[in-house]
């Protein structure tokens, strides 16, 4: 394959600007796809995102977390400027850790229709408390739907050899 056409490139508007907006308040509109050139073949995208920030929306301090984000793409997949510039727009949003990664989730299913999605945000601690919210899906009906239950029930059954603090 000799690499993707223009045409297949019109709706990343993102990647190689030079103004470049980063929004202050929620905003999924600013996510962009590109399509999967290997449907026919089940692979693992996986983001690692140290610098994930939000504010608790009780006191309005700051939450900072690693979030990992792994998808089997099904037709579209998530453009990687699109989703830092997404993930900065939570810097100003309050929600809890689990809502914060929900939100997240749902918001990347709606953009791509993956086979399996999950997002693990790892918060550093605050009050001396961690909190570590896993969430995930499979689609209804498919071997993907039984991974995802797989994975939730047998996800971080060791904990304290989790390193990232």
Not at 48 to 64: A, H, Y
Not at 144 to 156: F, K, P, S, T, W
Request: hydrophobic fraction near 30%; glycine fraction near 6%; aromatic fraction near 14%.
């Amino acid at each position: 394959m000799a690499g993707r056409q223009e045409k297949e490139l019109q709706n990343v508007t993102l990647l190689g600007s030079e103004q470049t907006e980063y929004k202050y308040s929620y905003d999924p509109r600013v996510l962009e796809t590109f399509d999967n050139q290997h449907p026919y073949r089940d692979y693992m995208v996986k983001f690692n995102c140290p610098e994930f920030t939000t504010l608790c929306p009780k006191t309005g301090q700051p939450d900072f977390a690693t979030l990992y984000i792994s998808y089997i793409p099904e037709q579209k997949m998530v453009e990687s400027k699109s989703l830092k510039l997404y993930l900065f727009s939570f810097r100003n949003h309050g929600d809890f850790h689990e809502d914060s990664v929900n939100t997240i989730m749902n918001d990347l299913i709606e953009l791509m229709d993956p086979r399996y999605i999950e997002v693990w945000g790892k918060f550093t601690p605050r009050g001396g408390i961690s909190i570590d919210p896993y969430c995930n899906y499979g689609k209804k009906g498919t071997k993907y739907e039984e991974i995802a239950n797989y994975r939730l029930m047998n996800h971080d059954l060791y904990p304290e050899t989790i390193t990232n603090r």
